[in-house]
């Protein structure tokens, strides 16, 4: 599992080669998230209306390697959007995949775009 | 710079980097570790726990990233050897050198093993590491292969005995705990406690065997018994040595250190060792011709040692070591203090014991009956924290000094006065050494006002957590003694309680949870305040976990129970457990279609485990077909009405349980509440429902049914107590009505019914003033909105199914029909599970 991990690496917006067109916006459920596949990545995205933004991250929650994380729920820390993994709880901010209760590994971000109600997420291969 | 070698990453080893690199300016100083186990420096007080969750990691003190954020040099797996002291340098096993200024010695403990004939055999295992742990489990499960019903014994009824017999219980061997003194513990508890602890550890099935010199140990090549003396034998297939420890002090030997004359390297007050460049802290310091086997005077002396080597000489080791203990021994708390053993002419004793309950309480008093000396608890340890401070601090008794174990017992003179009673020089924290005035100031002085806030800055709670309940009421009163309001707020995003929010909802008519934030809260939301706010909603206008699916915890947002692996399991209602033989049919046809492991819950169901997300709905589906209703096991909701068989068909019932329960059940299913519930119903007094450790309960007794409330299983289990005897089956239900609906308007988030009954003031008598006497005035609205609740039900996984948005929500990827790939399953016993963590 540990080599899966090591697949998903996050990527800056200036980095972005490739737009992977995912799914219609409507989709994705307001405030909350669901998981893209793309190619053998899975790619949890989330659609926080309350501050109108949208951000992606790996599926794949570091802490048990369990592909978990789009179902969690989405909040707020201090002003740092996060996701909770259902399963135990930890969380990791949205912007920079870092942990925000221990000190597991960060998780990767990806750049999201909107166009034509299409949801975009950014890759750098 | 210089250079500070630390020997040994243990508990107190890692003590002593956590209080240097607080104190140390980092380009003055150089710290340097070494430790011979492969991992860093971990919990061993909570080894057994390694057991019952398999997870290492959780035990270490710090991560490996630790070290290096403090820039300390750790080397693991490097056994040091030798000490040149001449020139101030260290050797290692693979022939590093370093020089050092300052040493430290922390190399701990190793378990002693006595020189039986027999004891290199295999199957013969030492309790101290976490390899050895592995290696006694590799050895048990292969002998569980071959053994019908295998047998472990464990040599030393000690405390750490003890926890082996619960490992090795754990591994579903049979234990056989052997010990050489005629009682258990015979360090910590006097004859009549040990024989308390005997007979309860006897009831959860270990076996004891007291007086007991072992001869010898039997076996051709490996163990298969031990011999105690002609025709004493007993056969086991295991054994554990568990007899006691001996400083790992072969380092100061070989360099000349002046030792003890039993081991263990002679150190001052300074923890300074006969070389003034060299210190000796924790299991190998020799102190006052004492080793100190305990957590609490190891960090103690981990603290002297810093300050000394930094050059505050005033800070010295307390002449005399406090060596009171508290911990929870299987279950059982067990603790002594003070002097525990007295003998008549320094003082008198105070003696409960109460075998039926496994409670055994003593405290020791001077003989002018004005200070405390010592006492021992079994069973019961909650008073431990205020009898240590009595005595610690020498201070008052009250007049009626049995009152301190029996509780008062009416009349004026009440037992405890509150924590805030204490001197400003007591030690709340002693792990961490931390005074009630250091904790006091850090709520005034420094704002930290809450509990987090003060662990964080005072390290108070961070040890072994036994004074927290202490710390959380000097939080409190200092609060309170400022004048300031102590705010229960849920969370950073609402400053209200959980019932300020719930009646905020209720009266302005609230419906959503967005609605709710803009109004009265702040920020966007987090995953403490929306699942609390989603069981408000659903308390007060019984809406399902469909409408606001993305408020929900992940449970209730896809209603089934999440699994190790991502998966989900199903679980229908099977009101009271009574079910039909075409329903298991059904069951059975639908887990073998869908390929689920199966098994029988503790509240009388069936859990169907390992469904994937998209496979959720078409399980329903069937299962709706064949006339099933969701059964809430994934919510904070009515779980089950546990119910024994009753007067249908037992010849002792006294009345029809199954069908009070089914009734019961029928009538609370669906209801969501700050946590889960639980009932249960029995048919007469032997209670094979076990109704008192439920939420509610019902016992049928002669001439009605007996009311029982607020009872739990769980982590601290509970008794339910009793709100009403004798009454009828529609007053029983009425009175359940009102307490729950008041429990679920009033209690904090997830709290269950006994914790929320041990903090409401008043306790069970206030309950049954509300309930019985109707003293707020409020019955009658309790009886509308629970009657609201009960008439309101749906099942939601028949509303989920049969709406095409809410089942479109069922798949893993948004933009692929695909399955999850990455899950995993193993077989296990003709069934499946899922791939076990890495």
């Not at chain 1, 916006?25 to 989330?46: H, L, S, T």
């Not at chain 2, 200024?101 to 590491?129: C, E, H, M």
């Amino acid at each position: 599992m540990i080599s899966i991990l090591n697949t998903y690496e996050a990527v800056e917006p200036e980095k972005v080669s490739l737009w992977f067109k995912a799914a219609p916006v409507e989709k994705f459920p307001e405030n909350g998230g669901a998981c893209v596949k793309y190619k053998d990545k899975q790619i949890a995205v989330f659609n926080f209306t309350r501050e109108g933004t949208w951000y992606a991250c790996q599926n794949l929650c570091p802490h048990k390697m369990e592909m978990v994380l789009s179902r969690g729920m989405i909040g707020e820390d201090q002003g740092e959007p996060k996701v909770a993994c259902p399963l135990h709880k930890n969380s990791f901010s949205l912007k920079t995949g870092k942990h925000l209760n221990g000190d597991l590994n960060s998780i990767a971000t990806y750049p999201v775009k909107i166009e034509n109600d299409f949801v975009y997420i950014g890759f750098s291969e | 710079m210089k250079t500070v070698i630390v020997v040994g990453n243990g508990m107190v080893g890692y003590k002593f980097c956590e209080k240097f690199v607080s104190k140390v300016d980092q380009d003055s100083f150089k710290l340097i570790v070494f430790g011979e186990e492969p991992r860093v420096a971990y919990d061993r007080v909570h080894l057994s726990e390694y057991f019952e969750n398999g997870d290492a990691e959780r035990l270490s003190m710090a991560p490996r990233e630790w070290y290096q954020e403090n820039n300390i040099e750790l080397y693991t797996n490097e056994r040091v050897t030798d000490i040149h002291r001449n020139s101030k340098t260290i050797t290692t096993l693979s022939d590093k050198t370093f020089n050092y200024d300052y040493l430290v010695l922390a190399t701990g403990s190793s378990p002693f093993v006595p020189q039986i004939n027999g004891v290199d055999k295999d199957g013969v295992f030492v309790y101290r590491t976490i390899e050895d742990l592995e290696d006694t489990l590799a050895y048990a499960e292969k002998i569980k292969q071959t053994v019908a019903k295998p047998k472990a014994a464990i040599l030393g009824g000690g405390l750490l005995g003890l926890e082996a017999a619960k490992a090795v219980m754990d591994m579903g061997l049979e234990p056989h705990v052997i010990e050489f003194a005629p009682k258990l513990m015979p360090r910590q508890l006097d004859t009549r406690s040990s024989k308390v602890l005997q007979v309860k550890l006897e009831s959860m099935g270990i076996n004891i065997h007291l007086s007991k010199a072992t001869n010898q140990i039997l076996g051709n090549g490996h163990v298969i018994g031990m011999e105690f003396g002609e025709d004493d034998l007993l056969n086991v297939d295991m054994l554990v040595i568990s007899a006691g420890i001996r400083p790992r002090d072969e380092l100061g030997k070989s360099c000349g250190l002046k030792m003890g004359t039993r081991g263990g390297i002679v150190v001052d007050n300074k923890m300074r060792t006969s070389d003034p460049s060299i210190f000796a802290i924790g299991e190998i310091a020799l102190y006052n011709q004492m080793i100190y086997g305990l957590v609490a005077p190891g960090y103690e002396m981990a603290g002297v040692a810093v300050d000394q080597i930094l050059g505050n000489e005033e800070t010295l080791m307390a002449a005399e070591i406090d060596m009171s203990t508290k911990l929870k021994l299987i279950g059982v708390d067990v603790a002594s203090f003070g002097t525990p053993f007295m003998p008549a002419e320094k003082g008198h004793s105070i003696i409960f014991e109460n075998k039926t309950e496994s409670l055994y309480k003593r405290i020791n008093v001077s003989h002018d009956g004005k200070k405390l000396l010592g006492g021992i608890l079994v069973g019961d340890a909650k008073d431990y924290n205020m009898l240590l401070q009595m005595y610690l601090n020498e201070m008052p008794l009250p007049k009626n000094p049995e009152n301190l174990i029996l509780g008062s017992r009416g009349g004026e003179d009440v037992s405890f006065g509150s924590a805030m009673d204490l001197p400003d020089t007591a030690v709340v924290c002693s792990c961490e050494a931390v005074t009630k005035g250091q904790i006091c100031c850090s709520v005034k002085d420094d704002g930290n006002e809450s509990v987090k806030a003060i662990s964080k800055a005072t390290k108070a709670t961070t040890g072994c957590g036994g004074c927290k309940p202490m710390v959380v009421d000097l939080v409190k009163e200092t609060l309170k003694s400022l004048g300031k309001v102590v705010k229960e707020s849920i969370c950073e995003h609402f400053e209200y309680s959980r019932q300020e929010l719930y009646d905020i909802v209720k009266l302005r008519k609230i419906e959503d949870y967005d609605s709710l934030l803009d109004g009265v809260g702040k920020g966007h939301g987090c995953e403490v305040c929306k699942p609390a706010v989603a069981s408000i909603f659903a308390s007060i206008y019984n809406e399902t976990a469909n409408r606001q699916a993305t408020i929900q915890d992940t449970n209730d947002r896809y209603l089934a129970n999440i699994q190790r692996n991502g998966t989900y399991s199903v679980v229908p209602r099977v009101a009271a457990g009574e079910i039909t033989p075409k329903q298991l049919l059904a069951i059975g046809r639908i887990a073998q279609k869908y390929d689920l492991y199966t098994k029988i819950t503790g509240g009388q169901r069936i859990d169907m485990f390992g469904a994937q997300l998209h496979e959720l709905p078409l399980i329903w589906e069937e299962l709706i077909a064949e006339g099933f209703e969701t059964g809430q096991a994934y919510g904070k909701s009515l779980r089950t009405v546990k119910s024994c068989v009753g007067s249908t068909w037992c010849r002792y019932g006294m009345d029809e349980s199954v069908t009070f329960a089914i009734d019961i059940e029928n009538r609370y299913k669906g209801i969501r509440s700050p946590h889960k519930i639980k009932g249960g119903v029995s048919g007469c007094i032997r209670e094979c429902a076990e109704a008192r450790n439920k939420d509610f309960g019902f016992i049928a007794v002669e001439g009605g049914w007996n009311v029982y409330i607020c009872g739990n299983g769980g982590a601290n289990p509970q008794h339910a107590q009793l709100l009403v005897e004798k009454v009828d089956k529609v007053t029983a239900t009425k009175y359940v009505d009102r307490f729950l609906m008041y429990y679920i308007q009033t209690a904090p988030p997830l709290t269950r019914t006994a914790a929320w009954l041990d903090k409401l003031e008043g306790g069970i008598d206030y309950v049954k003033d509300v309930v019985i006497n109707d003293c707020l005035g409020i019955a009658e609205e309790l009886d509308m909105e629970m009657q609201h609740l009960v008439d309101t039900y749906k099942c939601e996984w028949k509303e989920a199914v049969e709406n095409p948005e809410i089942r479109a929500r069922y798949t893993h990827f948004v933009n692929a029909e695909e399955a999850d790939d990455t899950i995993e399953f193993v077989s296990l016993r003709e069934q499946k599970m899922p791939k076990a963590w890495a």
